[in-house]
């Protein structure tokens, strides 16, 4: 969190806030943090720690994962002036950001919430950001998926196309790390059927198919590997989800979550 809250701050202010410094003159100011909408909040660390580096007190009356409403004082702020204005955008780019996709979140968790599916996220995340956005899809009452490349295997229709083969894949994959889970992606009932039978697969991964299709697949991996967890990716939105999670799915991964959330209104007003 520090490195992306270094970049952040030098992006921004690079050699220094001409405007602020120009027309503003020091002294001790007031300032409140409000949500111009409903939503789940997200990044009061980040915010306390940038606060803290210029010397700005700040309290908070909001907490990450709770649900804030439109015209609630998220926190109050006080400190110099010139401060406060020149570390306004960035604080507010990190509150909008996360607490957005933690709103996302929540509303997609709410809709699953009467089935066993967990929504989780992927690796669609922007460059230099991914474990923030990460903790605000578990702030909104999602999980995380692998964190990166390095923490899961994940057999993709791509791997498929370079491997060389489905018994040397298979092959490779019993060469696995210790403890290391797998994941392969299925696109058809054919491939399902293929991953069940090499019995290399912790998770198999549901992509893109139609509900007829999940349906089969589905059921067929119950009966003929009742351990294995199922998951279904691809076209997920607030609107079919829960017809996803009634299928009797474990997971359900959304690309969306962060790489399509819209910002969470949040604004910082001067009181006094």
């Known amino acids: 969190m520090d490195k992306i809250i270094k970049e952040a701050l030098a992006e ?19 300032a409140v943090i409000l949500a111009k909408e409903n939503g789940i909040f997200c990044g009061e660390r980040v915010a306390r720690q940038i606060f803290g580096a210029y ?3 700040s309290r908070f009356l909001a907490r ?6 439109k015209g609630q004082v998220i926190a109050e ?15 507010l780019n990190f509150l909008q950001r996360l607490s957005g996709i933690a709103t996302l979140t929540s509303d997609f968790a709410q809709a699953v919430k009467p089935y066993k599916a967990k929504v989780l996220d992927t690796r669609k995340t922007i460059p230099g950001l991914r474990l923030l956005e990460k903790y605000a899809v578990a702030c909104g009452g999602g999980f995380n998926h692998r964190i990166g490349l390095y923490d899961m295997i994940l057999v993709k229709d791509n ?13 490779s994959l019993k060469q696995k790390p210790k403890n290391m889970k797998v994941e392969i ?40 590997s009742p351990r294995t967890l199922i998951e279904i990716s691809g076209r ?19 690309g ?9 209104d949040i604004s910082l007003e001067i009181i006094q």
């Open 185 to 224: 992606e299925a696109e058809n009932l054919m491939q399902v059927k293929e991953i069940v039978n090499a019995r290399v697969a912790d998770i198999i991964l549901l992509d893109n198919m139609s509900i007829p299709t999940l349906k089969k697949a589905i059921k067929y991996i119950r009966q003929a």
């Open 159 to 171: 791997h498929l196309k370079l491997v060389g083969g489905w018994s040397l894949m298979v092959r």
């Open 55 to 57: 010397k700005i007190n």
């Open 12 to 30: 921004d202010i690079g050699t220094g806030d001409i405007t602020t410094k120009l027309l503003v003159p020091p002294g001790r100011v007031k």
């Open 64 to 69: 990450d994962g709770r649900a804030i409403k």
């Open 256 to 264: 969306a979550l962060t790489h399509s959330a819209k910002a969470l």
């Open 236 to 254: 997920v939105n607030l609107r079919n989800v829960k017809q996803y999670a009634k299928l009797g799915v474990d997971r359900i991964s959304i």
């Open 77 to 91: 702020v006080s400190g110099d002036a010139r401060n406060i204005l020149t570390i306004e955008r960035t604080v």
